[in-house]
């Protein structure tokens, strides 16, 4: 099931469907308007996803929906927090072979961060979809205490999707009598975590982190292709396709 999850998003995103296009456009080496377009399409998607100006754009419409709070804690109060799993990185030798990916660890510290504001405890959820004996669930417990001096009260290792993250951390929270958590994100993950932690048997409050729009000193510079805008495109589209692709499911 991961393996066609990760083939489908190969094909939707780029790089995978700028080769699926060029692919394309030989196999129909016969019919010259058609690679034509084929081949427009790949540069014009290529072009407009490098442009920091559009990328921005994606991802911005993503982050504006849940703005940063100065003193979150202050603001509202929860008796939970918890972080969603964010990847990891099972080829870090110099870590031991594995650890969390960059996001999980921003993630991570904004939790801790918030623990040490509030003494609420955390509940890290994300499972295991490559089978490699250790959920990320353990994984972030490991990374918490050993690089923030922070334990993690519960552990929801089973789930391999953000509404799975949903499913199995409101079951935990509920039968533990938890009313209220503090739900932790990246600011353009949040929207589509929202999503599916809302209206449960907890209330979660987001509390988003890490917003990540380019910012330019010159305005030329919006104009400019780069390979991080191309990424960032990539990661928004990626959530708006999960947005329509929940609802679509009625999620």
Same mark, same amino acid.
């Given at each position: 099931?991961?393996?066609?999850?990760?083939?489908?998003? *190969?094909?939707?995103? #780029?790089?995978?469907?700028?080769?699926?296009?060029?692919?394309?456009?030989?196999?129909?080496?016969?019919?010259?308007?058609?690679?034509?377009?084929?081949?427009?399409?790949?540069?014009?998607?290529?072009?407009?996803?490098?442009?920091?100006?559009?990328?921005?754009?994606?991802?911005?419409?993503?982050?504006?929906?849940?703005?940063?709070?100065?003193?979150?804690?202050?603001?509202?109060?929860?008796?939970?927090?918890?972080?969603?799993?964010?990847?990891?990185?099972?080829?870090?030798?110099?870590?031991?072979?594995?650890?969390? &990916?960059?996001?999980?660890?921003?993630?991570?510290?904004?939790?801790?961060?918030?623990?040490?504001?509030?003494?609420?405890?955390?509940?890290?959820?994300?499972?295991?979809?490559?089978?490699?004996? @250790?959920?990320?669930?353990?994984? @972030?417990?490991?990374?918490?205490?050993?690089? *923030?001096?922070?334990?993690?009260?519960?552990?929801?290792?089973?789930?391999?999707?953000?509404?799975?993250?949903?499913? *199995?951390?409101?079951?935990?929270?509920?039968?533990?009598?938890?009313?209220?958590?503090?739900?932790?994100?990246?600011?353009?993950?949040?929207?589509?975590?929202?999503?599916?932690?809302?209206?449960?048997?907890?209330?979660?409050?987001?509390?988003?982190? &890490?917003? %990540?729009?380019?910012?330019?000193?010159?305005?030329?510079?919006?104009?400019? #292709?780069?390979?991080?805008?191309?990424?960032?495109?990539?990661?928004?589209?990626?959530?708006?396709? %999960?947005?329509?692709?929940?609802?679509?499911?009625?999620?």
């Amino acid at each position: 099931m991961i393996l066609l999850h990760r083939t489908i998003e *190969f094909l939707l995103y #780029p790089p995978g469907n700028l080769l699926l296009f060029l692919l394309l456009g030989l196999l129909l080496y016969k019919h010259p308007k058609v690679r034509f377009w084929l081949a427009g399409i790949a540069v014009a998607q290529l072009l407009l996803l490098s442009l920091p100006v559009v990328s921005n754009a994606l991802l911005v419409a993503l982050e504006q929906q849940y703005p940063p709070q100065k003193a979150l804690w202050e603001h509202s109060s929860a008796e939970a927090i918890v972080v969603l799993g964010g990847g990891r990185n099972d080829k870090a030798t110099e870590y031991g072979g594995v650890t969390v &990916s960059s996001a999980e660890m921003e993630r991570l510290r904004y939790a801790a961060f918030l623990h040490r504001k509030t003494g609420a405890p955390i509940l890290l959820t994300g499972g295991d979809p490559i089978d490699s004996g @250790m959920s990320e669930a353990k994984l @972030m417990q490991q990374v918490l205490q050993d690089e *923030f001096g922070v334990s993690a009260k519960w552990l929801e290792g089973n789930s391999h999707t953000t509404w799975e993250n949903a499913v *199995f951390s409101d079951e935990i929270l509920s039968a533990n009598g938890i009313k209220t958590a503090w739900l932790v994100t990246h600011a353009w993950h949040m929207p589509r975590s929202m999503q599916v932690f809302a209206n449960r048997s907890v209330k979660y409050i987001p509390a988003p982190h &890490s917003y %990540g729009a380019l910012a330019w000193d010159k305005l030329w510079f919006k104009w400019i #292709p780069q390979a991080r805008a191309m990424d960032i495109s990539v990661t928004a589209l990626h959530e708006w396709l %999960g947005i329509v692709w929940y609802r679509l499911k009625g999620r």
